[in-house]
């Protein structure tokens, strides 16, 4: 039988079944096998999105006359034609190096991506044996919708007219002239509704019937079918993107909707901080991992430095002061410390370079020094010197700290440091002393 679940990480690659004899089909993190149906599919999918950063996410190759797809820098689940879910787990390094253990730290990290419903995933879900993403995020949706239940389900107040036996509401004369004559036991009337068929709640019945088609746990699919319980009034959603509209034209009275209505997003229209779209997968819900290794990063140094002054996206400076009378380029380095009197710029990259290989720069990408020789003399406009840090994800060719490079013999010092991603702390302890001493 047709395993119906996979799980691969960042840089495997994707075969096409029918171009192995049935003894070389060894599935591992690093490779598995498709349909023929599944991998066209497949192909089809990264080739209508070639408009987009796709190629950030999937290649296209070739190896001793075969096809295969390398799976990138986005990690996340994508569902075949046929009903096969693909998870794409990132290629961290973790103490056991097992499935189970990138699985976990995977939601751990997921859990810090800001803007998102990951939160709402439990850490029960990050200590069990292995269990498919799909069905952890389906919980994390239900938990949230427990949380609104308690709140209350906002019901929309609608006015209808109808016969009556006793009047409710206010009386409409013309009407009950023209339709009561020869019924006078009847009052035809105007009265208020108190209605829980609002967008929102058709959004979410619609999410949770959804859900139900999807989910192959039985504890999962026994809450959603309690769920609907609660919405037996309310309709399916037929215009989907018109109702979330709705809700965003009127964002304030749906507050307490919010972490709800970033799941259904999620499960409805496929919005997970890319825009790849298509007709010839199921779903593709892909996120990329430069940007959750930089909110997961950036959470642990803010919670952890509280005597410090820990901005995320600092957004104050541009690259080109003027213009046409404006300023061009904004700069965005992903976290600015202040002390009082010292200043860390710090920027995050997913990469793997190699401490093993000075002579090749440690494999460094230029861009990334010259990026962070702009960060560091635009925020010399503080008055403070600046010193400069790249994090990148410890690996087995980096684990420790390089040796310090120096932009200018006197000022702008760049520290390269490794973050562990099971234990981040390390680093912080680093920062931090970078933060207590002063440069001479």
């Known amino acids: 039988m047709k395993k119906r679940s996979k799980v691969i990480r960042e ?103 800001r803007n998102s419903p990951f939160i709402s995933i439990k850490n029960a879900h990050l200590k069990i044996s ?118 965003d034209h009127e964002n304030r009275l749906y507050r307490h909707y919010q972490q709800c209505l970033r799941w259904t997003r999620i499960f409805l229209m496929g919005q997970s901080f890319t825009n790849f779209k298509g007709r010839h997968l199921n779903q593709a819900l892909l996120f990329p991992m430069e940007r959750i290794f930089e909110d997961y990063v950036g959470v642990h140094i803010k919670k952890q430095l509280l005597d410090f002054d820990v901005k995320l996206q600092d957004k104050r400076f541009h690259l080109i002061n003027e213009h046409l009378g404006k300023p061009k380029f904004r700069l965005r380095p992903d976290i600015v410390i202040r002390s009082a009197d010292k200043l860390l710029i710090i920027d995050t990259k997913w990469k793997n370079i190699d401490q093993n290989r000075p002579k090749a720069n440690y494999e460094i990408r230029q861009s990334d020094m010259y990026q962070l020789f702009a960060y560091g003399e635009k925020y010399r406009q503080t008055g403070l010197s600046p010193t400069l840090v790249l994090l990148y994800p410890k690996q087995p060719n980096l684990t420790r700290p390089l040796p310090l490079f120096k932009y200018h013999p006197d000022h702008l010092p760049l520290y390269i440091i490794p973050v562990d991603l099971e234990r981040p702390g390390a680093e912080i302890v680093l920062i931090r002393h970078l933060l207590r001493q002063c440069e001479s």
Not at 53 to 77: C, D, L, T
Not at 159 to 165: A, D, G, K, L
Not at 236 to 242: D, H, V
Request: proline share 3%; charged share 25%; aromatic share 10%.
């Open 11 to 113: 840089f495997g690659k994707i075969w096409k079944r029918e171009d192995f004899a049935e003894a070389e089909l060894q599935e591992n993190p690093d490779q598995i096998f498709l349909s023929t149906g599944d991998f066209i599919h497949l192909i089809a999918f990264i080739e209508e999105n070639r408009h987009t950063e796709i190629n950030k996410a999937f290649q296209i190759a070739r190896q001793k006359g075969k096809s295969f797809i390398q799976v990138k820098n986005y990690v996340g689940i994508i569902e075949t034609k046929e009903g096969v879910t693909v998870e794409i787990l990132p290629k961290v390094y973790t103490a056991s190096d097992t499935l189970e253990k990138q699985q976990q730290l995977f939601l751990r990290m997921l859990r810090q991506l």
């Open 130 to 247: 292995p269990f498919p993403i799909l069905e952890v995020f389906i919980s994390g949706f239900l938990n949230e919708l427990k949380k609104l239940q308690k709140t209350g389900l906002k019901k929309d107040y609608r006015t209808q007219s109808s016969n009556q036996r006793f009047l409710r509401g206010k009386l409409l004369f013309h009407k009950q002239l023209k339709n009561n004559l020869t019924k006078p036991h009847l009052l035809y009337a105007e009265h208020d509704n108190h209605l829980l068929d609002t967008p929102a709640n058709r959004l979410l019945k619609t999410c949770l019937k959804l859900l139900l088609k999807k989910s192959k746990s039985i504890r999962n699919q026994n809450q959603i079918r309690h769920q609907l319980l609660y919405f037996d009034s309310v309709s399916i959603s037929e215009n989907i993107l018109a109702d979330l509209q709705r809700i």
